[in-house]
């Protein structure tokens, strides 16, 4: 069976590809449906959805039109999930991939390295990391990265810890190819199905950090983000609660949509555990 | 003893598997009965569906398997229309069953006293103090060690052995008319096999009750069988006492089956001078220390103690052993998996076991090894092709000539030249053992080490590889270091045997002074303990 | 004795993480752009030159960067945390004033996320392939995508607002001098809340993970044993599929202490509940580093002692563990 006809026999991933189609496609129109900024004033505050024509969610404390820091802010979503995670991967899978391969002291080394970074709160470190390097995207990216790759680094470190003595791999090193062969060629190309499955897990839980840092009034100033749209209506969330609960509901969506393709990349890349799992 | 009412009756089973299962039937149409005081053995190799009867008549039918004709018959009802409830009541009271795989098949987080009156309990049998008092009795009866502590020990502070034991007190807790046992002996070393096997036919005896042995040992067979069913692709070949079937089979798939197994005929031994050893291992120690945590005493193991032994060019020695003798550490340490701890490997005068680093992978080529697992020594990522010709590669031959070479070696292992092009899953287990002899070959080694390279095949796959290598030791004189655990499989193919045992040498000679003429008593025990060898002496 | 020298041990490593999170916490210092005098006063006194002067002469951060170094973490083992100039009091009083409240709702959250967990993902792993197993599930994975502050908003706005049950703001009702019993009513009722948002997310975790761990459960060869022996299907969930799926669970709670600490501050936000998550707000919103910093590692610590309990857990739930050692 194909990897897409595996990937499609879950019902829920196809739904979360949809979606998550959807919020991208809604990032690449932002700029040809709303060129101006999403920050200008652009009619009276607190109108309510569908309350005048053009502003079908209606505006926010300052008169900014929802629905453009909606479109803006998917943009924005996407951009720091995807790279923060990138960087994670980045840090993650050779760290982990020299502690597994290894051993011995370096793995020692290594993980005591990644415990540590295990054991402080996740999220208390990226509120220090980018309140101290001051809020930009490039902070909020390497707090997020920072904060999320010990993880990679353990999955990667457990699969080739068992891949490294499977025969195989002990018969390349027999027939004489060289550590960096074997870790690039043998080990990590079996590593990837897993890896992937994380990777779209992770840009989820990015999201879900990036929203909540820009929830605090840790977001980046210049750009238009969900999070940020929520913490500042927060204080008048009694007048107007639905200028919390779409971009709410944006996240919701895609992070919804992430985890639910993440499951079905996870059926589709290792077909024997989804027939167990059913 | 043999009253002829049969406790099981299997009429016409045939049992469907899911769609998409590589055949039909899991069984099909098949029929046999187990009577009281006799052990009914059903025999084949891995999916022949030996097993499919004996789960039916338990009730526990992997997923998605579906009876669709024939009946069970147990004390004259039909167990294929029990509620899931009413078999339930049958199962540990009327019938017991014990597995393969002792190690998993006890749960690791209750002890074994309360695993047995569990079953008391499940029947609604006995009070809380009379169950612990009736498992340890059981225990006893089962011959365990020191049943006092037994019954409060955790799984894992037993053996293999001891828990197989207690997996049979399970079964046997209360008097079940009828034991199942699922290739009870297999994951077990040979003396423990022939522990447990005594065990059985001795409780089997005293209780006098009808038991169902399903094995792929033709050597168990001839061990325990009253009576004897082949089984292959679902279907019965044929069925009979045992001695007809073992002496004189009618049908060729027992009979090919039989001649498989490695016999008690050793072959002559090569006369001749011996010429310069090949190998020459000098006092090699090995141990491994279990790191101590903060709270773990490190452990150490002996695996190899000051072990010494030499290796013509183009002569075949056997390393034999049980688990933990050290026999694969050997091997391992001889390829330079494992760097010995003190001790000298010479290949044919340079010192293998001082080289480091780079200049030991440029010097790697030298010696290879043929692995054990087939599904686990390829890359499934990797063809064929490639997977054999990474080797040269890494040795500097440019790849189009590495490949035309993997072709040629395809051929020699009897694959054909168009296998290059495929990836490992498209074959079976025997032929990726081709395919790993080819990796090994493609380097030109002096010597060639074999990890248990035939035990994880089906005995009549064994015999096809063994005859392949013994075919290329004589075009490619080659010389072999074959490792295994099975005394035969060794007398077959080797010189020289080694017998090995904690780490240490306990008798070398030719195979056939060490397989004819033990001097040990160690040896002896090995070769008594080999199931079917006291029938096979009877016939001979 | 066995348990002392565990406990001895782990508190050692304990020390050794704070340690290393306190040095962490001076290159933090150091990296921040700007005056670290700056950043020790907050921002706002940052523009009187003399009193930077004497803040540096007073921090000793004319010194070189080892005494500097030297002097902060002896500061810190002395349980010196420093000066919250913002709000004009030591930085461990303010801590240890509102730590209380954050125990009450990461550790009445932690039960209840673990306790529903468990329970919702035995009965899905019970219903594979029914429509309730499914809902649980779909349940789960929704409240595993939904931010934990917007949960939190919205149950303002339901609960509060528009239906008017629970109080949406602070831990108890201001000036009406409760006491005793009727105090602790009109906490909990405070509490509801807070507790309850923060637990759905974990709450989701644990189904999950106790779904998955007790169908990976059910397949091991001990279950076809118990089976053989002809047990109840309810027994053999309980006794031998639970027990088993349970271990890694303790495992992964023991992890996720350190987001539960991170859901506390924006949970604290939302309801304004007087801990330290709602405190370390207040010190980003005034750029107050050294109370940040301070909260930073006591949230830390708070992981640690958790982790302790959990690692003790574990080892009364597996006898192969006990044994090792």
């Given amino acids: 069976m194909s990897f897409f006809a595996r990937f499609a026999q879950n019902r829920g991933a196809l739904v979360g590809l949809v979606i998550l189609l959807a919020i991208v496609l809604m990032a690449i129109l932002a700029p040809l449906l709303y060129p101006e900024s999403p920050w200008r004033m652009v009619q009276r505050p607190f109108l309510a959805p569908l309350e005048a024509e053009g502003f079908w969610l209606g505006t926010d404390t300052m008169g900014r039109d929802v629905a453009a820091g909606l479109m803006h802010g998917a943009w924005v979503s996407l951009l720091i999930g995807l790279i923060s995670t990138s960087v994670a991967l980045l840090i993650g899978v050779p760290l982990g991939a020299v502690a597994g391969y290894y051993g011995g002291l370096i793995d020692d080394a290594l993980m005591r390295f990644t415990e540590f970074f295990q054991t402080i709160p996740n999220f208390a470190l990226a509120i220090v990391l980018v309140a101290i390097m001051q809020p930009s995207v490039a902070s909020i990216v390497l707090a997020i990265a920072i904060v999320s790759w010990p993880p990679v680094a353990r999955l990667v470190r457990a699969e080739f810890m068992s891949l490294r003595h499977r025969e195989y791999v002990e018969a390349a090193r027999l027939v004489g190819q060289t550590n960096r062969t074997i870790i690039l060629k043998q080990i990590l190309p079996n590593t990837l199905s897993p890896i992937i499955v994380l990777a779209s897990l992770m840009v989820a839980t990015a999201i879900l950090l990036e929203s909540a840092l820009s929830f605090l009034g840790l977001g980046d100033p210049n750009v238009m983000s969900w999070g940020y749209m929520i913490g500042a209506a927060r204080t008048v969330i009694r007048q107007a609660w639905w200028l919390s609960f779409f971009p709410g509901v944006a996240i919701l969506l895609t992070v919804l949509a992430l985890n639910l393709v993440g499951e079905g990349l996870d059926d589709a890349l290792n077909p024997k555990l989804a027939r167990e799992r059913s | ?540 | 004795m066995l348990y002392a020298r565990l406990f001895v041990m782990r508190l050692l490593k304990a020390v050794v993480v704070l340690f290393l999170i306190v040095i962490f916490n001076f290159i933090l210092i150091q990296l921040a752009p700007g005056d670290p005098a700056a950043i020790m006063a907050g921002e706002a006194g940052a523009t009187d030159e003399e009193f930077l002067r004497q803040l540096r002469e007073r921090f000793g951060l004319d010194q070189p960067m080892y005494v500097q170094l030297w002097r902060y973490v002896s500061g810190i083992a002395t349980l010196d945390f420093g000066w919250s100039y913002r709000q004009g009091m030591p930085v461990l009083d303010l801590i240890l004033e509102r730590l209380p409240a954050t125990l009450l709702l990461t550790g009445t959250a932690f039960v209840l996320s673990l306790a529903l967990g468990i329970v919702l993902g035995s009965m899905a792993a019970a219903r594979v392939k029914k429509p309730s197993g499914s809902l649980i599930m779909a349940l789960a994975l929704i409240f595993y995508a939904t931010p934990l502050f917007w949960v939190a908003l919205m149950a303002v706005v339901l609960f509060s607002v528009f239906l008017g049950w629970l109080p949406a703001y602070g831990m108890y009702t201001v000036g009406a001098g409760h006491t005793g019993f009727a105090l602790a009513l009109d906490v909990a009722k405070h509490l509801i809340l807070p507790a309850t948002t923060l637990a759905l997310f974990f709450m989701a975790i644990y189904t999950r993970m106790t779904r998955a761990s007790m169908l990976e459960a059910s397949q091991q060869d001990y279950v076809k044993t118990a089976r053989a022996k002809g047990l109840a299907p309810r027994v053999i969930q309980r006794r031998h599929v639970l027990r088993n799926a349970l271990l890694p669970i303790i495992t992964l709670a023991g992890l996720q202490a350190g987001q539960m600490v991170g859901g506390a501050i924006l949970t604290e936000t939302v309801f304004a509940w007087p801990g330290i998550g709602r405190l370390m707000f207040e010190a980003l919103q005034q750029r107050d580093y050294n109370l940040l910093l301070g909260i930073f590692f006591f949230s830390a610590a708070l992981v640690i002692v958790f982790n302790i309990i959990t690692d003790l857990v574990y080892r009364l739930a597996d006898p192969r563990i006990k044994e090792a050692s």
């Fill in chain 2, 1 to 540: 003893m043999n009253d002829n009412t049969p406790v099981l009756s299997i009429r016409g089973l045939t049992l469907a598997l899911p769609q998409g299962a590589d055949r039909d039937y899991a069984v099909e149409d098949v029929s046999y009965d187990v009577a009281r005081g006799e052990i009914m053995c059903v025999v084949g190799e891995s999916g022949s569906g030996k097993s499919m009867a004996a789960n039916a008549v338990m009730g526990l039918l992997p997923k998605g398997v579906r009876p669709t004709a024939g009946e069970v018959l147990f004390d004259g009802q039909d167990l294929l229309t029990l509620s899931e409830k009413q078999h339930r009541q049958l199962r540990g009271l009327r019938i017991g069953m014990i597995f393969q795989e002792p190690m998993t098949a006890l749960n690791p987080l209750m002890r074994v006293g309360a695993q047995i009156a569990e079953v008391f309990e499940a029947h609604g049998k006995y009070s809380g103090s009379e169950r612990q008092e009736k498992a340890l009795a059981l225990l006893e009866e089962v011959g365990i060690p020191q049943p006092e502590r037994a019954i409060r020990a955790y799984p894992f502070q037993l053996s293999g052995g001891q828990r197989q034991r207690v997996m049979i007190a399970m079964a046997l807790a209360l008097e079940p008319e009828l034991l199942i046992a699922d290739e009870p002996t297999t994951a077990l070393d040979v003396t423990t096999q022939a522990q447990i096997l005594e065990l059985i036919r001795d409780l089997q005896k005293r209780r006098g009750m009808a038991v169902m042995f399903i094995t792929h040992d033709f050597g168990v067979v001839a061990e325990v069988a009253t009576r004897v069913c082949v089984m292959r692709f679902g279907q019965i070949v044929e069925l009979g006492m045992a001695d007809e079937v073992l002496d004189n089979p009618r049908h060729d798939y027992t009979r090919a089956l039989l001649e498989a197994i490695p016999s008690n005929r050793v072959p002559e031994a090569r006369g001749g001078e011996r010429p310069a050893p090949l190998l020459e291992v000098r006092n090699l120690n090995k141990v491994f220390r279990s790191r101590g945590g903060l709270f773990k005493p490190a452990r150490e193991v002996r695996a190899l103690d000051d072990v010494s032994f030499t290796l013509a060019p183009g002569e075949t020695v056997g390393i034999v052993g049980e688990s933990g003798s050290g026999k694969s550490t050997l091997g391992r340490c001889v390829v330079r998996l494992e760097r010995p701890d003190s001790g000298t490997l010479a290949l044919a005068g340079t010192d293998f076991s001082a080289l480091r680093g780079d200049v030991l992978r440029r010097e790697r080529h030298r010696v290879q090894m043929i692995f054990q697992d087939p599904y686990a020594s390829l890359n499934p990522r990797h063809r064929v092709g490639y997977a054999i010709a990474q080797g040269p590669m890494a040795n500097g031959v440019p790849k189009d000539k590495a490949m035309r070479q993997a072709e040629e070696l395809l051929e020699l292992v009897g694959l054909g030249a168009v296998a290059v092009d495929r990836f490992p899953h498209e074959f079976s287990g025997g032929q990726r053992q081709r395919i790993g002899i080819a990796r090994a070959l493609a380097l030109n080694p002096e010597l060639i080490v074999a990890d248990e390279a035939v035990s994880a095949l089906d005995v009549s796959i064994q015999a096809q590889v063994l005859e392949l290598l013994e075919e290329l030791k004589q075009k490619l004189s080659l010389s072999l270091l074959f490792i295994t655990h099975d005394l035969r499989v060794a007398a077959q193919i080797c010189d020289t045997i080694i017998v090995m045992q904690q780490g240490r040498i306990v008798e070398q000679g030719t195979a056939q002074e060490v397989f004819l003429n033990p001097r040990e008593a160690y040896t002896r025990q090995l070769l008594d303990a080999i199931p079917g060898r006291a029938h096979e002496a009877a016939m001979a």
